[in-house]
Nanobody, 119 residues
Framework: QVRLVESGGGLVQAGGSLRLSCAAS????????IGWYRQGTGKQRELVAT???????NYAESVKGRFTISGDSAKNTVYLQMNSLKPEDTAVYYC?????????????WGPGTQVTVSS
């Protein structure tokens, strides 16, 4: 089995910072891409940032300059550093991973972690 678990969410005041982690475990494989997504209450899920082995890091326009995605392959973990948080950043944040085993592609989601930013 492959498992993704997010952590690091919480309640912060506007202007504060949080660092989210996405830890992967299970059978040995190599991730092709990992993305952070978020979904606010009553809103569509949206892409926040991605990191991959073949493309530069990518960010939603709303978080550029404030969020940074990075990875530690030795720990099978990807991070999302979030600075200068705004109330509109409030959402459940999800980690998504894509990988290939042989010629078959796979995708998995974590259960999410809540981020709440107060005014």
């Amino acid at each position: 089995q492959v498992r993704l678990v997010e952590s690091g969410g919480g309640l912060v005041q506007a202007g504060g910072s949080l660092r989210l982690s996405c830890a992967a475990s299970g059978n040995t494989f190599t991730f092709k891409r990992i993305g952070w997504y978020r979904q606010g209450t009553g809103k569509q899920r949206e892409l926040v940032a991605t990191i991959s082995t073949s493309e530069p890091t990518n960010y939603a326009e709303s978080v550029k300059g404030r969020f940074t995605i990075s990875g530690d392959s030795a720990k099978n973990t990807v991070y999302l550093q979030m600075n200068s948080l705004k109330p509109e950043d409030t959402a459940v944040y999800y980690c998504n991973a894509e990988w290939v085993i042989g010629t078959t592609g796979w995708s998995s989601w974590g259960p999410g972690t809540q981020v709440t930013v107060s005014s």
